[in-house]
């Protein structure tokens, strides 16, 4: 399967295709369950949506897969999702093994098609201890280029506009520096209005989704997790990220899954980030559990000094042109450029995205014998 009709650009449309995805569930397992919280008030209609089926017997292995932590980038979550009932669904075995799929974990990103929530914080930097005395340090890239990240005036005429911002990130950063903006982004924690904003406290959908992974995760022996994104690594290829709670090296990783865009993050590397979090919290909880944790991220730019740099002006123009507004053309190519980087249209894409999430899963799914 190839095409699917999770890959549009509007969170209404989307969740309602996963919700029909219960009744085929239940072809497999009959007691599924369709179940959501709200994130806001119910008024605005923002769910994160949750099919859950437990296995008929022994309570073996629970696979989790998550979606639109960073909004936007939960369309292609969404396409992973359908693949996923229509491929492995078959061949689980239902009798020791359960699901938990986790559609739009950011509902009102993925409704206003942004990365981040309305409190502009970045989930994916959200989760750690917000407490005064282990309040966490700002990078120094931030510090350093304050007034960069910083929305400052409305963009009016976006041209000349791209032109001082692109020869500015020229001038300011390395290669090396927008690599890391691409792909791994270090956290802030002083400025709202900013990039990377991960908040002074743990937010309102970080808190709904850690006491729900803890909640099912303390009914299996084994889990297996897997957290859905776009944006990151090399065009049309799937990146593999686990964590410093994997005991496994990235080296033997991509020998035993036979995959070679394997990545290995410390929990420095990715302060805040919730697969971390949640990994490590699993495994002080349960630490009897077996506990597999990996970040899928589908990227869709080149690896190159012009694709680091394109990644860097669309994330900055979203951000400005979200605090401060612009003209309409301002508005138009900002999102085209945003869209691009997240959600694109490119057939070729969709493809990869479907395709490597297939053979991905398989191979991390055999490796951890649910295959």
């Known amino acids: 399967m190839i095409e699917s009709p999770f890959f549009n650009n509007d969170y209404e449309y989307s969740r309602s295709s996963f919700r029909k995805l219960d009744s085929r569930i239940r072809t497999y397992y009959p007691e599924a369950l369709l179940d959501y919280w709200y994130t806001g008030p119910e008024a605005d209609d923002n769910t994160t949506d949750i099919i859950e089926a437990d296995a008929s017997e022994k309570f073996e292995t629970l696979i989790i897969i998550s979606s639109g932590e960073h909004g936007?980038?939960?369309?292609?979550?969404?396409?992973?999702?359908?693949?996923?009932?229509?491929?492995?669904?078959?061949?689980?075995?239902?009798?020791?093994?359960?699901?938990?799929?986790?559609?739009?974990?950011?509902?009102?990103?993925?409704?206003?098609?942004?990365?981040?929530?309305?409190?502009?914080?970045?989930?994916?930097?959200?989760?750690?201890?917000?407490?005064?005395?282990?309040?966490?340090?700002?990078?120094?890239?931030?510090?350093?280029?304050?007034?960069?990240?910083?929305?400052?005036?409305?963009?009016?005429?976006?041209?000349?506009?791209?032109?001082?911002?692109?020869?500015?990130?020229?001038?300011?950063?390395?290669?090396?520096?927008?690599?890391?903006?691409?792909?791994?982004?270090?956290?802030?924690?002083?400025?709202?209005?900013?990039?990377?904003?991960?908040?002074?406290?743990?937010?309102?959908?970080?808190?709904?989704?850690?006491?729900?992974?803890?909640?099912?995760?303390?009914?299996?022996?084994?889990?297996?997790?897997?957290?859905?994104?776009?944006?990151?690594?090399?065009?049309?290829?799937?990146?593999?990220?686990?964590?410093?709670?994997?005991?496994?090296?990235?080296?033997?990783?991509?020998?035993?899954?036979?995959?070679?865009?394997?990545?290995?993050?410390?929990?420095?590397?990715?302060?805040?980030?919730s697969v971390d979090y949640l990994q490590r919290l699993a495994q002080q909880k349960f630490p009897d559990k077996n506990i597999v944790s990996s970040l899928f991220e589908f990227g869709t730019i080149k690896e190159s000094f012009e694709g680091c740099l394109f990644c860097t002006k669309a994330m900055l123009n979203e951000n400005y042109f979200h605090f401060k507004g612009g003209s309409k053309e301002a508005d138009e190519q900002i999102n085209n450029d945003f869209i691009r980087l997240f959600n694109p249209a490119s057939t070729s894409w969709k493809k990869s995205v479907v395709t490597q999430a297939e053979l991905a899963l398989k191979s991390l799914f055999a490796e951890e014998g649910v295959l």
């Open 72 to 273: 936007i980038e939960g369309f292609a979550g969404s396409a992973v999702f359908e693949m996923f009932v229509e491929t492995f669904l078959p061949y689980l075995d239902k009798r020791t093994t359960g699901l938990s799929l986790v559609h739009g974990l950011n509902p009102w990103g993925m409704r206003h098609k942004r990365r981040v929530t309305e409190s502009n914080i970045d989930l994916n930097r959200n989760y750690l201890d917000h407490s005064s005395k282990n309040t966490p340090v700002t990078h120094s890239i931030f510090e350093n280029h304050l007034p960069l990240f910083r929305p400052s005036a409305p963009l009016n005429d976006i041209n000349i506009h791209n032109n001082e911002l692109e020869a500015g990130l020229k001038h300011i950063f390395s290669y090396e520096d927008l690599q890391m903006l691409k792909n791994t982004p270090p956290g802030q924690y002083k400025y709202s209005d900013a990039l990377y904003y991960g908040g002074q406290r743990l937010d309102e959908p970080a808190e709904k989704w850690t006491d729900y992974f803890i909640s099912r995760a303390a009914g299996y022996k084994k889990v297996i997790h897997i957290d859905l994104h776009t944006g990151g690594g090399p065009e049309n290829e799937l990146t593999l990220i686990f964590m410093n709670g994997e005991t496994r090296a990235a080296e033997e990783l991509q020998s035993s899954l036979s995959w070679q865009n394997v990545m290995k993050n410390t929990s420095a590397d990715m302060l805040g980030d």
